[in-house]
């Protein structure tokens, strides 16, 4: 994925997605109006529209949650509260990469750090030493 973009946190990130599918929501059953000649075409599009207005609730709901187990911090770079998901993250309002992890401290910020994959791969490199 795009991985080289800048760096945004990640409850902006699910936010924009939220906000997005709004849009989509909303772009689908204005499709729906424009088509209200052909019924079952108007019904379709409407429920769709619905389906995504319905899937965006769902995903605030879910931002909700993930910060409730976010860990609210101080950005080190502009001194703003912000919140972390993971062992890395981005601040949400200068986009400073941050880690919770001493060992990461210091290393390019790279989201692969948050996969388990990598963590397990870290773990079997230290047992081998
Ligand atoms: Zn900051």
Redesign the pocket.
């Known amino acids: 994925m795009a991985d080289k973009l800048v760096y945004s946190s990640k409850i902006n990130k699910i936010r924009s997605f939220a906000l997005i599918l709004i849009f989509v929501g909303f772009a689908v059953m204005y499709g729906g109006l424009l088509s209200r000649n052909i019924e079952w075409l108007m019904l379709t599009l409407f429920l769709f529209g619905l389906l995504f207005i319905i899937l965006s609730c769902v995903v605030y709901f879910w931002i909700g949650m993930l910060s409730t187990k976010a860990v609210p911090i101080e950005?080190p770079?502009?001194e703003?509260p912000?919140k972390m998901l993971g062992r890395v993250d981005a601040?949400m309002?200068?986009k400073?990469p941050l880690t919770l992890d001493k060992d990461l401290e210091g290393i390019e910020f790279d989201e692969k750090y948050n996969k388990r994959k990598y963590r397990k791969q870290a773990k079997a490199e230290s047992k081998d030493k």
């Open positions: 950005c770079n502009c703003k912000t601040c309002h200068c400073q």
